[in-house]
């Protein structure tokens, strides 16, 4: 009865008054227990109780399920972003992004298994439970929204999960799991209630099986908070407007920086490419030429501006409060708390972080990646003066072995995020956009635009 129905196909029964509610959440809730037990998705799982009632009818959601990533305030569930220093906080307050959900009467399903705090692209940072491919679950999901994007490909009903970007952390997850993830404008969706890596970086997105679920979400989620300073004041769209509208003339570029993969990945993708010429669009070779200096750029104002931001984590206004009456000091409860519940790649984050805004240090470093951040950005900018979007492959590789991640050293991790990291630190929108196989696993075609022009990116997926 409701096993694989799209989100369209729920909203139009659900308007046609032929939903039973209750059989819906019963099966959703068994669904989601079940693909929990095996994958481990969700950190925490919200039971879903719901009854047919007329206000249901009068929202335009009419209670489809979305999971929200660990990071995201949900008003009393649990939100630990990934990491045992947040263990036990339940926020008073709902994230904007969340309170938009519900006021079109979005059921919360659960809290998504993440990287702590997203330090990471392939979930294995997580202090909880590293959630599995559902592709091959001796496979990575990608990260760090791993949770988001597996319960997506997953789930059997209709659903949507709403992650966070800092770096590539929607179209990692997007891409390895075979559905479609966009990453927004930086300051379309407010960041209000976000518990943040780097503010300067992070982005709220959705994932979803299909376009119309990334455009029909985008709609609910996307618009002005004052709570956010950085919150962009822009006139409301319908994105779904522009799906399956002809692509006729629309100009692609394709970036010689970007197409330096596996050959397989490659083919995949210039076969994406190719399919959209031949609906009406046309192709072109570009170069980014800062793309080289773009990762060692990232990495320093992140972990700059992480280091900051872990820092009021301490164990007395929230989290983990275990430690303070076995205490001598406020700084040796402070160095107990944070030795104990900051993980490997947490203390390393902050560490880099910190070192590079030392005086002595930040003009050398810090300093001039902001410097290299306004060149990537003058990249995408001069380059969108002549196409209309950019393509490229979304990730290098297709869903690693975990017994390969364990091999891979620091800086090799962080090397897998050199395609998305560009347009990350240029704040463009991007969405990653299943496009093939390769041996098997998915492959995801990434779709670039210039500030605010998401429609041009959900026009386009919506024919690859």
């Not at 995949?268 to 170069?287: D, F, P, R």
């Amino acid at each position: 009865m409701f096993r694989d129905i799209t989100i369209e196909e729920f909203l139009t029964r659900s308007a046609n008054d032929d939903i039973d509610y209750s059989d819906f959440a019963d099966y959703v809730n068994r669904e989601t227990e079940k693909l929990n037990k095996k994958y481990g998705f969700l950190r925490e799982v919200v039971k879903l109780e719901m009854k047919k009632n007329p206000e249901k009818i009068t929202k335009k959601m009419f209670g489809l399920p979305v999971s929200i990533k660990d990071c995201i305030c949900t008003k009393g569930i649990g939100s630990f972003a990934g990491s045992k220093i947040l263990e036990g906080y339940k926020p008073v307050f709902d994230a904007h992004v969340v309170e938009n959900l519900k006021k079109e009467n979005g059921a919360i399903l659960g809290k998504t298994n993440q990287d702590c705090f997203g330090f990471g692209t392939f979930s294995v940072y997580s202090d909880y439970e590293i959630p599995k491919n559902p592709i091959d679950s001796e496979r990575s999901c990608g990260g760090s929204s791993g949770g988001c994007g597996g319960i997506t490909k997953a789930a059997t009903f209709p659903h949507i999960s709403i992650g966070e970007s800092t770096g590539g952390s929607i179209s990692s997850p997007a891409a390895f799991c075979g559905v479609y993830g966009l990453t927004p404008t930086y300051g379309l969706v407010s960041r209000y209630g976000l518990i943040d890596y780097a503010n300067s970086l992070d982005k709220i997105g959705v994932l979803g099986k299909n376009i119309f679920d990334i455009a029909f979400s985008l709609n609910i989620i996307a618009g002005h908070d004052s709570r956010d300073s950085t919150s962009l004041k822009t006139e409301k769209k319908d994105y779904t407007k522009v799906l399956d509208k002809p692509i006729k003339g629309i100009k692609i570029g394709i970036p010689k920086e970007y197409m330096q993969v596996d050959e397989k990945i490659q083919k995949t993708v210039w076969n994406a490419v190719k399919k959209l010429e031949s609906l009406g669009a046309t192709y072109q070779e570009i170069s980014l030429e800062n793309t080289k200096y773009a990762l060692s750029a990232y990495y320093i104002i992140a972990t700059a501006e992480a280091s900051t931001n872990l820092a009021k984590y301490c164990g007395l206004r929230y989290g983990v409060q275990n430690e303070i009456a076995k205490a001598e000091s406020f700084n040796d409860h402070y160095k107990k708390i944070r030795t104990k519940n900051f993980n490997a790649e947490a203390k390393r984050r902050i560490i880099l972080g910190t070192f590079t805004r030392m005086s002595g240090y930040r003009d050398q470093y810090y300093l001039k990646a902001m410097k290299v951040r306004t060149l990537v950005i003058n990249d995408f900018k001069r380059v969108f003066k002549n196409v209309d979007i950019i393509a490229s492959p979304a990730m290098p590789i297709t869903a690693p072995k975990f017994s390969d991640i364990e091999k891979l050293t620091p800086m090799e991790h962080y090397q897998m995020d050199v395609l998305t990291v560009p347009p990350n630190l240029a704040g463009v929108p991007m969405i990653s956009v299943p496009c093939g196989f390769v041996d098997g696993l998915p492959v995801g075609l990434h779709l670039i635009a210039d500030h605010l022009q998401e429609e041009k990116i959900i026009q386009a997926a919506s024919w690859v």
